[in-house]
C-alpha cells in the first residue's frame, strides 16, 4: 500500500522533523539539490556526491585525480535506475552501480530537470539543452534561463530572469510563446511546478503564482506566504503544495492557507534550496545548514504554535459532551471541541493561570484546582471559587452523598456547601492522614482512593486497604476500571492487576515494573496505554491477563517516541502529575511538559512497505569491494565483512535484519538493527549471502538481497596440491617399501654367508684335528698350534672352565689328597 503524505489536517509544525548536519557525518552544509535513485539510495548535490542509506552519509568521488572534491551543481535521476551529475569544472556524469561515465560535453553551470519519456533537461543559464541517449537534440536560446518543466504533450514551459522579454515560455514545437509583466507575470521567475488539477505554479521574487485558465493570480506575505522571493517548489501526492522560500523558511499552501514552518521551529535553514518527497511521503528540505526530513505520524501535538496558551500541561479531563477540558502550568485552562481551542484565562475570571487537577461533575459543571490553592466550579460560563483554607487540591471525586476533595497529606474532604469537612464512611472510618493523589468512582458507586499509603477501597460504609502485603508497593497514581472489572492500577513501582480479589504485578516486565506509570487508558483495540517516566507505550490487554495468569512469561510492548510525534518521550512524575484522558471519540490525550499529544489508536499509521534491501559491499581485510556481482576472495584472507543496507527513511532504526551464508551458517542469524555480517577465516568454496529485513512495523522483505563469491583456497588446499602431495605420498611409500626390501635381502646375504662359515667351521670340528701327543696343543688350517681351549672356543660356542682330575690331583698334590681321602 503506497505511503500517504503529509496530512493535511496538520499545521506544518505539528510534522516531526528531523534533521542532519556536519555534527551526523554529512561531508557539507549547503546542498544544492536532491534525488533518488531507482535502487532506493538518496542523493545530495553539495561539496562533493553524496549518498545516503538513511542511516549512513557516504560520499561518492567522480575524479580519479586526487584533490578536494568538486562542487556537484545539480542531479536528476536517469530512466535506467542511474543518477545524472552535473559537477562545476568536470561536467556532466552518469552513475550507475558504483560506475561513472562521462557524458556530453557541456557548460558545467546551471541545473538538470528531468523530463518526459527519458529526456533530461539542462538549463545553464543563456540556453535549453534537450539530452536524450547521451547526446544533445536540441537547444533552445534564452536570457537567464533558471527552470524548466515538460508537460506530457510535449508543451516546454522556461523560467527565465528577464526583465525585458518576460519571465515565463512556453514552447510548442517551434512556436514560442513569452508572458511578462503586462500578464501579470513577474519578469523573474525561479522554478516552475505542475499541480494535479493542472495549474502551472511560478516561484518568482515577488511571490507565488498561479497560472489556470490563461490566468495569472499571484500571492504574497499579505496572504500568509512567509517569504515572497520563492526558490523552489513541489506539489505531493495529496495535492499540498510546499513552497520553498530565501528567507522565510518552509510554507505548506492548501485550501487558500498557508503554514509555514521556519529555522526557528528546528528547520535547517530559512533559505530552503531544494525539495524531494520520497517513496514512503516524506518531504526532504535542504538549504544552507544541512537537510531536515518531515513525515506525517500517529500521533498530533499542540504547543504555542498551535494555540496553547503554554507548553506546559498538566491534565488532559475529557468531557462527556465530546471536548477536552485541558489545565497548564502557567496558562490556566482550556477546552478543545470539534477542532477549537477555548482558553479560559483572567479575562474568564481566574486569578491564578497554574491549574492542577480537573474534574467534570455529572451536573456538567467543571471543577479545577489551582496555584492559588483554591477550587473552581465554571458551570455555563459562571466562576465560583471555594476558599481551601490555602491547601493545594491535589484529586477531585463525586460519590453517591456528592464531591470528594483530596488535599495534600491531609486526605479526604467532603464539601458541603461552601465547606470542606473530613471524609467519614458510615462505620467511623475515615482518611485524614495520607496524600492522595487520585480518586475513581467504580461502576458500582464504591470510590476507589490513591495514594502514599496504597490503595483503599470505600464501600458499604467502610475502608478496605491494599497495602504492600496486599501487593501494593509505592504510589498510586492513576486507575482504570475495565469493562471485565478487572481494575488496571498505576503506580510509582509500574502496573498492578486487581482481579477477582487478588493483586497481580508484572515483575521483570521492562517498562511493567521498573518505572513510575503516570496514567494508564484503554483504547477500543483491547490495549492499555501508559506514560510514565521512560515511555509513553501500548501493550495488548490480552498479553498482560496471559502472563498475570501464568500462560505466558512476558509481554511485548510498543514503545512512542518523537518519530511518532510525540515532542517529549517520557513524563517526568512531579507532586501533581500529568494525567492523560480519553474523548468520547476514542482518542487519547496527553499532556507533557512540552505540549498536548493526542493519537486516535484506531487510525495509528502503520508503514505497509516492505523495506527496499541491498549488498552494499564486500569488505576482505580492510580492502573495500563493491557488490556489484559474483566476486572473488583472495586466498588466505582473514576477515570477511557484508554490509548490507535497508533504504527505509519512515523509521530506519526500527529496522531489523537476519541473514545467513549458504554453505557456512546452518540457518538465519538474527542481527537486530547491525548493518552488517562477519566471517573469519571461511574455508575455501563458493558462498551465497542473503539478507532480509523487517520495518518497525513488522513488514517483513522476504525476496531480500543477495551476494555470491568465491573464496580462493591457499596452496595446501587446493585439489591438485592435493593430488600431488597424495602421489608423492605413494611414491614415498613405493620407496620406502623397495629400500626396506633391499635392506632385507641384504641381510638375508650376510646372514647365509654367516651360517655357512658356521657351518665350515662346525664341519672342521667334525673332521681330523691334529694334537700334539704331548702338550696336546691342537694345530689350525694355517699351521699354527693353539691351546686346545682357545681353538675350540674359536670354532664352537662353547665356554671352559679349570678343575683337576683325582688322578692328577694324587700325582701332583699328594698331600692334599691323602688329607681328602681322611675326610670321606
Known sequence: MPAHALDPSKAATQYPLETWGTRDSLPAHTIAGMARTGDGYLWFATRGLVRFDGVTFARVDLASKPGPPPLIL???PADDGGLWILAQSLGLFHYKDGVTKPGPRINAVGFLRPGRDGNLWHVPGDQVMRIRNGTVERRLSVVQGRDVLEDPDGTLWIAAWDAAQGGLLRVRGEEVTRYSAAE????????????????????????????????????TTRDGLSDDFVTTLLEDRDGNLWVGTAGGGLCRFRDGVFSSVRQADGLVDDNVTALHEDDEGGLWVAGRGGVGRLRS??????????????????????????????????????????????????????TNLYVGTVFEASDGAVWFGDGANQLSRLDRGRLKTFDTGKRYVWAIAEDAQGLVVAFPR????????????????????????????????????????????????????????????QGVKGAVFSLLEDADGTWWIATSTGLLRFKDGAMRRFDDQPYL?????????????????????????????ADLNAYADGKNTSVAIRIFTARDGLKIEEIRTTPTVQRAGRSVDGRLWFPTPRGLSVVDPRHLLRDEKAPPLLVEQLV????????????????????????????????????????????????????????????????????????????????TNDVGASLSFAQQPRLHQTVWFRLMLALALVGAAVGVHRLRVRQLKARERELTARVEEALAQVKVLNGLLPICASCKKIRDDTGYWNQMETYIHDHAPVEFSHSICPDCMVKLYPDYAQHKAAQR
Open 184 to 219: 501579470g507575470v513577474d519578469p523573474f521567475v525561479s522554478v516552475l511546478a505542475r499541480g494535479r488539477d493542472g495549474t502551472l505554479w511560478l516561484g518568482t521574487r515577488k511571490g507565488l503564482t498561479a497560472f489556470r485558465e490563461g490566468r495569472f493570480v499571484t500571492y
Open 513 to 541: 515494573s521498573d518505572n513510575s506509570i503516570v496514567t494508564v487508558l484503554e483504547d477500543d483495540n483491547g490495549h492499555l496505554w501508559f506514560n510514565s517516566t521512560k515511555a509513553l507505550a501500548r501493550v495488548a490487554k
Open 620 to 699: 576482505v581485510d580492510g580492502l573495500v569491494m563493491p557488490a556489484t556481482g559474483p566476486l572473488v576472495v583472495s586466498a588466505g584472507a582473514e576477515k570477511v565483512e557484508i554490509r548490507y543496507a535497508a533504504l527505509s527513511y519512515t523509521t530506519p532504526e526500527r529496522v531489523t535484519f537476519r541473514y545467513r551464508l549458504e554453505g557456512f551458517d546452518d540457518g538465519w542469524v538474527e542481527a537486530g538493527t547491525r548493518r552488517s555480517a562477519f566471517y573469519t577465516k571461511l574455508p575455501p568454496g563458493r558462498y551465497r549471502f542473503q539478507v532480509r529485513a523487517t520495518n518497525g512495523d513488522g513488514v
Open 297 to 350: 505520524t500517529s500521533f498530533t501535538t499542540y504547543t504555542r504554535r498551535e494555540g496553547l496558551p503554554v507548553d506546559s500541561v498538566m491534565e488532559a479531563y475529557p468531557s462527556r459532551d465530546g471536548g477536552v477540558w485541558v489545565s497548564t502550568y502557567g496558562g490556566g485552562l482550556m477546552r478543545f471541541k470539534d477542532g477549537l481551542i477555548t482558553p479560559y484565562d483572567t479575562r474568564a475570571g481566574l
Open 410 to 469: 491531609q486526605g479526604l474532604f467532603r464539601l458541603q456547601g461552601d465547606r470542606f469537612v473530613p471524609y467519614q464512611t458510615a462505620s467511623g472510618d475515615v482518611l485524614n492522614d495520607m496524600s492522595i493523589r487520585v480518586l475513581q468512582r467504580g461502576r458500582d458507586g464504591s470510590l476507589w482512593i490513591g495514594g502514599t499509603r496504597g490503595l483503599i477501597h470505600a464501600a458499604d460504609g467502610r475502608l478496605t486497604t491494599y497495602a504492600e502485603a
Open 74 to 76: 545539480s542531479v536528476a
